[in-house]
Structures are given as C-alpha cells and as structure tokens.
C-alpha cells in the first residue's frame, strides 16, 4: 500500500482539463499528497495540455492508430509510465478505455471521475452532456459525482465515493452540468488522497 508523501500522478484526459486544475491546485496546497507529473491525452488539441504545459509538467499525447498493434502502443504507453515512476493515474475525461495491460499494472491505483451517481448513466457514451440530458430526462430528483477504480470496462469499477447535487426543476444540462463541475473540483483531490493514504479497503491488494 502506497503511504509515501510524494505519489507520483499521471492525469489522463481528452478535453478541457478544469478537474485536472483542480487537483494541481489541491497539490499545491496540501490537500493532495502527491503530484502530478505528466499529462497524457488521446487529443493533441485538448485544452489540458495547455493548462499542464503551463504549469511545467510534461505532457504526451498518446494515440493508438500511430502504433502498429495495439500491443506496441500499450507496451510504449505502460513503459512511459514506468520510467516516470507513475504510481497513481487519475482519469479526469478520459474518453477511451485504458489498455488491460495498463489497468493490469496499475490495479487499485487507477480512478475515474464521472459526473453521476454511479452506476446509473455509466458506461460507453455516456459522458459530458449526455449524461446530464440523461439525467434530467429520468426526471431523478438528484444527480452527483462518482470517483471509482478503474478495471478494463467504462465507468465499471468499485465506486469509492460519491457526492450528491440537486436536479433543480429549471435545470438545463449545462446548469445541472455546472452544478456538478464545481462539485468534482472539490471533491476528487480528497478521494484521491485518501486512496493515496490507504483509507480505502481494496480487495486483490
Ligand atoms: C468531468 O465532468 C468528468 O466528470 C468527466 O469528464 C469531465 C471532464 O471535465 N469524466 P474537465 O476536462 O476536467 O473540465
């Protein structure tokens, strides 16, 4: 079990990067122990590049179509992480699965964060406005964040915890959206840090 006060952090994502901020933030002042040191998405034009490349950390832009098999570009990708001694990777609108090679490696150390109570409106597609237009057409009364660890199937893994956000009767998908957003800034670099600190109860460790 990692206790150590440095966790190295790969944020993995595919669009804007304002959860990636958020845990930059928390790292910055304490509230995450551990830092985040390389930035790897499957978009070259993904805003969080630019938020990491601000912030001095490495990036890499990782797509498999450029390999020749699946397997060179899991065997690149894990290797990469290897040598930069990742020990935890924080999936923050990462829009493809992880390589089962990765996921197999990274056991327990991987999380996601998904904008609904999990395991409802999960799975394959089921991100950024979509859920929220999924949510509001159920007419549920509540929505929230779920952080999760991540296995070989989307939004699948044992949910670690989750907090719950209002559905307002006058809710859009971008209103509940950003009710939510503001939410998950909050909320994941202490669920992250709480698996970095071992307060969870993990099986297969
Ligand atoms: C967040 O809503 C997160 O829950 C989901 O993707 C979105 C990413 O937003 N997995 P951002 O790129 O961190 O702003």
Known sequence: MMTQETARIAVFL?????????????????ILSGKIVLVVSNRAQAFGL????????????????????????????????QQRRIDYIALSGYLRLLPA?????????????????L???????????????????????ESGVSVHLVNEVYDD??????????????DTP?????????????FYARVLNKLIKGKYQLDHE
């Open 50 to 81: 630019t938020i990491a490349g601000e912030e001095g950390i490495e990036t890499f832009v990782f797509k498999e179509k450029r390999y020749d098999s699946p397997e060179e570009a899991s065997a690149d990708l894990l290797a990469r992480l």
């Open 157 to 170: 893994g044992p949910v670690l915890e989750q907090v719950r956000v209002p559905v307002l009767p006058d």
């Open 101 to 117: 090679e990765v996921v197999r490696t990274f056991r327990n150390r991987i999380v996601n964060i998904h904008p609904a109570l």
């Open 119 to 141: 395991p409802k409106y999960g799975g394959k597609g089921m991100y950024g406005h979509f859920v929220h237009e999924a949510v509001i057409a159920s007419g549920d009364k």
């Open 14 to 30: 595919s669009g804007a990067g304002s959860n990636l901020k958020a845990l930059i933030d928390a790292s910055k002042c304490g």
């Open 174 to 186: 971008d209103t509940l959206a950003a009710r939510v957003l503001k939410q998950e800034h909050k």
